[in-house]
């Protein structure tokens, strides 16, 4: 009964999740942890996560919740959302394992990744001596000691501008297509400030009001790394902004696929109230927004001939995307190799001291189809984009990068 009852308190209502498992093995199938080398053994695969969870729930497991035995093996499911499409039994194993990190202690590393919003806002304060420190070996040594990111890992550098004050800065243009409210994330608002800036040019040509509503983070690496509360808060900033933006007429746009993935699915489940519903039934990619003007017959794409590869990134994947971005392309003129590997970085998780060999060695089969074909690549997710960069010798793109250049009103 103690088991019981602290799993109960631990995991609330996904526990039912976790007794209806009926251990088939299919998560292992398509999850990018589960069929690495370093996973044959020891419980390290999906449904061994579960099965584990399942013995202690029967009192056949002597591990304790929260050792660092159980987190270490909680920590092999990065969050990537493949298993959700193939379990027949519906178990919501990321969620599980996200109440389940929770339990682990709060070292400095999870304290900041709880807070990332606050420390990526941080660093675009001062971006140039945040890029120096960066770039110098004493920086990376700070990063990996405080946060745990490998100095060989890749990080990108911090813009002398962010998004989020370029569109407050410069005043929201009239447009006689409506109002959309950016939901901008973190890494397009200080890291790739410029597809940004070309996003809200581009809704703007086609007649759009872009706006900037009050906003945090996404809230992803709160989630994956077990700080929930954290989550949870950062939902509710988000989701009551966005539910004033919606009341007063405005559409939601994302550009990324983890903003889109916290607005439509995470926000809803975490919170489970009317504003998350709302907010989420009002958001839309701008991928989506694209194809309906297309198809409304408001745009068309010049006559371009190009070859790429689309790598399907477990976020767009997650978000039912995939084939959204691959229609745009395609009608914007590219010949596409379609690649569905995991590249190993899943948010920090592939950049972290602890996880990057194994990153590499998740990503790999990806890394080498790439570097075979050698065409420019487009990811809609943006670490998958660092990863793939770091790691190949592509140009490496956002799809949007591909098509707003081809655009034809």
């Not at 010049?302 to 691959?326: G, I, M, P, Q």
Request: charged fraction near 25%.
């Amino acid at each position: 009964m103690k088991n019981k009852d602290a799993l109960d308190q631990l995991l609330g209502d996904y526990l039912n999740d976790v007794l209806k498992c009926v251990r088939c093995g299919f998560c292992n199938s398509v999850c990018p942890t589960s069929n690495a080398s370093f996973s044959y053994k020891d419980s390290k695969t999906s449904r061994g996560r579960i099965v584990l969870l399942q013995a202690k729930y029967y009192n056949v497991l002597g591990m304790t919740i929260g050792s660092e035995e159980f987190q270490e093996l909680m920590d092999l499911c990065f969050g990537c959302r493949r298993c959700l499409e193939v379990c027949p039994a519906g178990v919501r194993i990321p969620q599980v394992i996200w109440r389940a990190k929770s339990a682990g202690s709060f070292k400095l590393s999870k304290i900041i990744f709880a807070n990332y919003g606050l420390f990526e806002k941080l660093g675009s304060t001062f971006p140039s001596l945040s890029n120096t420190l960066i770039k110098s070996k004493l920086g990376r040594s700070l990063l990996e000691a405080m946060a745990g990111i490998k100095q060989e890992a890749p990080f990108p550098s911090f813009q002398d501008d962010a998004l989020e004050r370029y569109i407050r800065e410069r005043g929201v243009k009239s447009g006689s297509r409506g109002r959309l409210a950016y939901f901008i994330d973190v890494y397009t608002n200080y890291h790739e400030v410029e597809l940004g800036k070309k996003a809200v040019q581009t809704l703007e040509r086609l007649g759009y009001s872009v706006e900037a509503p009050r906003q945090r983070e996404a809230g992803t690496l709160a989630l994956e790394c077990g700080a929930l509360e954290n989550a949870i808060k950062i939902a509710r900033f988000n989701v009551d902004s966005f539910y004033e933006s919606v009341n007063r007429g405005a559409k939601i746009i994302t550009t990324s696929p983890a903003a889109y993935v916290a607005l439509k699915i995470d926000y809803p489940e975490l919170l489970c109230d009317e504003k998350s519903r709302v907010v989420a039934e009002n958001t839309l990619d701008m991928v989506e927004l694209l194809l309906n003007e297309y198809d409304a017959g408001s745009i068309d794409f010049t006559d371009r001939d190009s070859e790429a590869v689309y790598h399907h990134s477990c976020f767009t994947k997650a978000s039912h995307l995939t084939n959204h971005v691959k229609r745009l392309l395609e009608l914007a003129g590219y010949r596409l190799l379609e690649l569905d590997e995991c590249c190993g970085v899943a948010g920090v998780w592939g950049l972290s001291k602890k996880h990057y060999k194994e990153s590499i060695e998740i990503g790999s089969k990806l890394f080498s189809k790439i570097d075979e074909v050698r065409r420019p690549v487009f990811s809609q997710s943006e670490t998958c984009r660092l990863q793939i960069r770091h790691h190949t010798k592509s140009v490496v793109m956002h799809p949007l990068e591909g098509v707003m250049d081809r655009i034809k009103l």
